[in-house]
């Protein structure tokens, strides 16, 4: 027997959870379902076990709007954040909603039925499991889940230690004592060195160029100071929103006075390093602040790292592996037991579901953004995508909030369908993300596309979302409604 719902959710990560709590509140007659691949809730979260994982925004802003982060920390580690999603979901009823170990494969719509068909494998079987849902929410994050992105690299099976990737860490990596050489200069590596250092013989961070670097204090002093004042949900409230509009200050400074924002970063690893360090080499990159995202070193415990000689940073690149180690391309070669491939992610939206519209396959990459939330030509379908320049729950919460509107706004009026419709040429065409990192350029071509007018732009900007998404219009001339 095939069971319909109203709404069926996909993902039971930060942003389902987030997306099932705002249906439950101002949906409450609507059935909902969250399926999740894995076989616990928490999506990266749960996921990603390196040492040292943690949030690389701050929790007042990541966490949920309607329960605020209350920890100690503004910067939380892996294990706390998955704890804060279980506590939530348990909390709010969310994990009575949730089927694990079926992962959908394919959503086919009918504008015959005006509903969804979805197929799920479930568990280790792959048993096809089939429901129907009247509106589906993909809320499955943006990388690729079952491997990380591995580059080739000359001589690898030579290597006599071991090789890990971050995403795929092993429990029973033992690197106590030894060398430990991590390649990357983002998040993931950044987050390693300090980690590693505690117990290996030392740290290398091998980088073919450098990344931004600031830190910031693991607490926040703010907070600390309102809580003797307020209550301590008040507080993290209020948290929320200085984090927010000092994100966004700092993020208009650096794209329109990128020089001088880029000097106070470089300047601010020379303070921490000595002015001995060789800041110019390992710590300025090429690009232009918020090209790429910004690296955080909570309580600055990267540089503190280097600083005590524990670990050290080699800008070079590979020329192969060998059985003892790296030869990098200047002809030095670093001795290694364990090399780190903390080479990034593999993007992948919608986790490879296949999507077809009346039996015509869509191709997400020819579709265009609408709101930063629906897709042209897909009906009654959210994606969720949170921002790059700030907190990804912030754009996540707007998104589950507008589907809501959506959704009674359709019932008052008793449409079955909408989609948003538009007129090829008419808006222009851009990538829908303007970052230049490596993993969003790998899948440049495999992404929707944004326009250059509303409502076909997706904004990086929290109060102009809350604006479009909150009290806009929900009829503005772009979506179809059928009934």
């Known amino acids: 027997m095939i069971e319909h719902f109203d709404v069926l959710i996909v993902g039971a990560g930060l942003s389902g ?29 749960d996921l990603f076990r390196y040492p040292g994982i943690r949030s690389d925004s701050d929790m007042h802003t990541m966490g949920f709007s309607f329960r605020p982060w209350t920890g100690k920390k503004a910067i939380a580690d892996g294990e706390t954040i998955l704890n804060y999603l279980k506590e939530t979901a348990k909390e709010y009823g969310i994990d009575r909603h949730i089927r694990y170990s079926h992962r959908v494969v394919q959503a086919r719509w009918s504008s015959e039925q005006s509903g969804w068909t979805v197929e799920m494998e479930h568990g280790k079987s792959g048993d096809i499991v089939v429901c129907t849902c009247s509106f589906l929410f993909m809320c499955t994050g943006y990388y690729n889940y079952a491997q990380g992105h591995m580059p080739e690299f000359p001589g690898a099976d030579r ?7 971050p995403q795929q860490w092993p429990a029973d990596l033992d690197y106590a004592g030894k060398r430990v050489v991590i390649i990357g200069s983002g998040a993931t590596a950044i987050t390693l060195v300090p980690s590693l250092a505690k117990t290996a013989a030392h740290v290398t961070m091998l980088q ?32 929320r929103w200085k984090n927010i509009l000092l994100g966004m200050y700092f993020y208009r400074i650096a794209r329109s006075k990128p020089e001088k924002f880029s000097a106070l970063l470089i300047g601010g690893a020379q303070k ?63 001795p290694a037991d364990v090399i780190v491939t903390a080479t990034g992610l593999k993007l992948q939206l919608m986790s490879g579901v296949e999507i077809y519209v009346d039996d015509s396959r869509v191709e997400l990459s020819q579709t265009f953004n609408y709101k930063g939330t629906m897709f042209s030509g897909i009906p009654n379908f959210a994606l969720t995508v949170g ?6 729950t912030l754009k996540a919460e707007l998104s589950s909030l507008y589907v809501c509107r959506l959704l009674n706004y359709m019932d008052r009026r008793g449409w079955r369908s909408a989609i948003p419709h538009l007129v090829e040429g008419s808006v222009g065409e851009q990538p829908m993300i303007s970052l230049t990192s490596g993993y969003v350029q790998r899948a440049i071509d495999q992404l929707p596309k944004q326009g250059l007018k509303k409502p076909w732009t997706l904004h990086q900007n929290y109060p102009r979302d809350i604006i479009a998404l909150r009290y806009g219009k929900v009829d503005d001339g772009a979506l179809r409604f059928s009934r």
Not at 294 to 303: H, I, K, V
Request: aromatic share 10%; with cysteine; net charge positive.
């Open 208 to 239: 073919r160029s450098p990344s931004y670097i600031f830190a910031r204090p693991g607490s926040d002093p703010f907070v600390v100071g309102l809580k003797r004042y307020l209550p301590e949900r008040s507080a993290s409230r209020l948290a």
């Open 159 to 165: 290597f006599r230690g071991r090789i890990v990737h």
């Open 17 to 45: 959870i987030g997306a099932a709590h705002h249906l439950q509140v101002h949906c409450p007659k609507k059935t909902f379902l969250i399926v999740e691949g894995r076989k616990a809730l928490g999506g990266t979260w």
């Open 272 to 334: 921490h390093l000595g002015g001995s360090y060789d800041v110019a080499t390992h710590f300025t990159p090429k690009y232009k602040p918020w090209d790429q995202r910004l690296c955080l070193a909570p309580d600055g415990d990267l540089f503190k790292t280097i600083r005590e000689g524990d670990a050290t940073i080699v800008t070079d690149s590979i020329e192969s592996f060998t059985e003892d180690g790296i030869k990098l391309a200047s002809g030095k070669e670093l």
């Open 387 to 392: 921002y790059t320049n700030a907190s990804w």
